[in-house]
Protein backbone atom coordinates (compact mmCIF):
# COMPACT_ATOMS: atom_id res chain seq x y z
CA UNK A 1 0.00 0.00 0.00
CA UNK A 2 1.33 3.03 -1.35
CA UNK A 3 0.83 6.37 1.00
CA UNK A 4 1.67 9.97 -0.70
CA UNK A 5 3.64 12.36 1.97
CA UNK A 6 3.61 16.29 1.65
CA UNK A 7 7.26 16.33 0.58
CA UNK A 8 6.70 14.74 -2.47
CA UNK A 9 7.80 11.15 -1.12
CA UNK A 10 5.77 8.01 -1.18
CA UNK A 11 5.69 5.68 1.75
CA UNK A 12 5.07 1.98 0.94
CA UNK A 13 4.19 -1.08 3.38
CA UNK A 14 4.51 -4.35 1.26
CA UNK A 15 5.03 -8.01 1.47
CA UNK A 16 7.93 -9.70 0.51
CA UNK A 17 7.89 -13.21 -0.68
CA UNK A 18 9.59 -15.82 0.40
CA UNK A 19 10.45 -19.58 -0.48
CA UNK A 20 11.91 -22.55 1.33
CA UNK A 21 15.23 -24.75 0.37
CA UNK A 22 15.60 -28.00 2.07
CA UNK A 23 18.68 -30.04 2.68
CA UNK A 24 20.19 -32.44 4.65
CA UNK A 25 20.55 -30.87 7.90
CA UNK A 26 19.57 -27.65 7.27
CA UNK A 27 16.74 -25.78 6.39
CA UNK A 28 17.09 -22.03 4.13
CA UNK A 29 14.27 -19.19 3.78
CA UNK A 30 15.35 -17.22 1.41
CA UNK A 31 13.01 -13.59 1.30
CA UNK A 32 13.14 -12.26 -1.76
CA UNK A 33 13.80 -8.14 -0.81
CA UNK A 34 14.73 -6.63 -4.18
CA UNK A 35 13.87 -3.40 -3.03
CA UNK A 36 16.73 -3.25 -0.66
CA UNK A 37 20.03 -2.83 -1.84
CA UNK A 38 22.24 -3.26 1.28
CA UNK A 39 21.14 -4.99 4.94
CA UNK A 40 20.41 -1.50 6.53
CA UNK A 41 17.62 -1.52 8.21
CA UNK A 42 16.40 -5.17 7.71
CA UNK A 43 15.97 -7.07 11.18
CA UNK A 44 16.13 -10.67 11.85
CA UNK A 45 14.35 -11.92 15.77
CA UNK A 46 13.41 -15.44 16.77
CA UNK A 47 11.00 -15.62 19.47
CA UNK A 48 11.00 -18.22 22.77
CA UNK A 49 8.18 -20.09 20.89
CA UNK A 50 9.88 -20.47 17.62
CA UNK A 51 8.86 -17.44 15.20
CA UNK A 52 10.80 -15.93 12.76
CA UNK A 53 10.07 -12.20 12.69
CA UNK A 54 11.88 -10.66 9.69
CA UNK A 55 11.24 -6.69 9.18
CA UNK A 56 12.61 -3.77 7.16
CA UNK A 57 12.73 -0.32 6.90
CA UNK A 58 14.62 1.49 3.92
CA UNK A 59 14.73 4.08 0.98
CA UNK A 60 14.51 3.69 -2.60
CA UNK A 61 14.25 6.35 -4.92
CA UNK A 62 11.83 8.44 -3.08
CA UNK A 63 10.09 5.95 -1.76
CA UNK A 64 10.22 4.88 1.63
CA UNK A 65 9.60 1.04 2.53
CA UNK A 66 9.02 -1.33 5.72
CA UNK A 67 7.37 -4.78 6.09
CA UNK A 68 7.13 -7.26 8.73
CA UNK A 69 6.80 -10.98 7.92
CA UNK A 70 6.03 -13.45 10.64
CA UNK A 71 6.73 -17.13 9.92
CA UNK A 72 6.21 -20.28 12.54
CA UNK A 73 9.24 -22.78 12.71
CA UNK A 74 9.14 -25.99 13.20
CA UNK A 75 9.91 -27.89 16.14
CA UNK A 76 13.00 -29.44 15.16
CA UNK A 77 15.31 -26.34 14.03
CA UNK A 78 18.22 -25.07 16.16
CA UNK A 79 17.01 -21.05 17.34
CA UNK A 80 19.93 -20.68 19.16
CA UNK A 81 22.13 -21.71 15.71
CA UNK A 82 20.29 -19.44 13.11
CA UNK A 83 22.04 -17.23 10.95
CA UNK A 84 21.12 -14.44 8.09
CA UNK A 85 22.92 -13.23 5.65
CA UNK A 86 21.45 -10.21 2.84
CA UNK A 87 23.49 -10.44 -0.55
CA UNK A 88 22.00 -8.99 -4.02
CA UNK A 89 18.34 -8.60 -2.82
CA UNK A 90 17.82 -11.92 -0.93
CA UNK A 91 17.97 -11.96 2.43
CA UNK A 92 18.88 -15.34 3.37
CA UNK A 93 18.49 -16.92 6.48
CA UNK A 94 19.87 -20.69 7.86
CA UNK A 95 18.01 -22.47 9.83
CA UNK A 96 19.81 -26.02 11.53
CA UNK A 97 18.13 -28.73 12.39
CA UNK A 98 18.62 -30.20 15.64
CA UNK A 99 20.63 -33.53 15.72
CA UNK A 100 19.55 -36.61 16.31
CA UNK A 101 20.41 -36.70 20.01
CA UNK A 102 18.52 -33.18 20.77
CA UNK A 103 15.62 -35.13 19.16
CA UNK A 104 15.96 -38.08 20.97
CA UNK A 105 16.68 -35.98 24.22
CA UNK A 106 13.37 -33.98 23.87
CA UNK A 107 11.50 -37.62 22.89
CA UNK A 108 13.04 -38.75 26.05
CA UNK A 109 11.70 -35.87 28.21
CA UNK A 110 8.73 -35.93 27.00
CA UNK A 111 8.62 -39.94 27.60
CA UNK A 112 9.79 -39.27 31.06
CA UNK A 113 6.80 -36.66 31.87
CA UNK A 114 3.86 -39.21 30.43
CA UNK A 115 5.61 -41.70 33.17
CA UNK A 116 5.11 -39.23 36.11
CA UNK A 117 2.64 -38.57 35.03
CA UNK A 118 0.69 -42.28 34.83
CA UNK A 119 2.69 -42.80 38.33
CA UNK A 120 1.15 -39.82 39.74
CA UNK A 121 -2.60 -40.53 38.85
CA UNK A 122 -1.67 -43.85 39.69
CA UNK A 123 -0.71 -42.82 43.42
CA UNK A 124 -3.58 -40.13 43.43
CA UNK A 125 -5.92 -43.40 42.76
CA UNK A 126 -4.51 -44.72 45.38
CA UNK A 127 -4.60 -42.25 48.09
CA UNK A 128 -8.06 -41.65 47.19
CA UNK A 129 -9.22 -45.62 47.66
CA UNK A 130 -7.42 -45.79 50.51
CA UNK A 131 -9.09 -42.72 52.05
CA UNK A 132 -12.67 -43.96 51.26
CA UNK A 133 -11.43 -47.63 52.69
CA UNK A 134 -9.95 -45.62 56.12
CA UNK A 135 -13.30 -44.01 55.84
CA UNK A 136 -15.60 -46.68 55.42
CA UNK A 137 -13.51 -48.89 58.22
CA UNK A 138 -13.63 -45.89 60.52
CA UNK A 139 -17.57 -45.80 60.18
CA UNK A 140 -17.68 -49.77 60.96
CA UNK A 141 -16.00 -49.15 64.21
CA UNK A 142 -18.12 -46.53 65.10
CA UNK A 143 -21.20 -47.98 64.76
CA UNK A 144 -20.16 -51.65 66.64
CA UNK A 145 -19.27 -49.38 69.57
CA UNK A 146 -22.15 -47.56 69.74
CA UNK A 147 -24.16 -50.83 69.92
CA UNK A 148 -22.41 -51.87 72.85
Known amino acids: MMENKLDGSVEGHFEPSYEWQHQEGVDLLLVHLPEFKDKEGLKVQ ?14 ANQTRLNFLKEIQLRKDHNVDAIKAKFEKGVLKITLPKKS ?9 NESRFKKFKKVALGVAAIVVVVSAFSGFAYYIYRSTIVKD
Open 46 to 59: VSNCGVVKISGDGQ
Open 100 to 108: TNESLNEVS
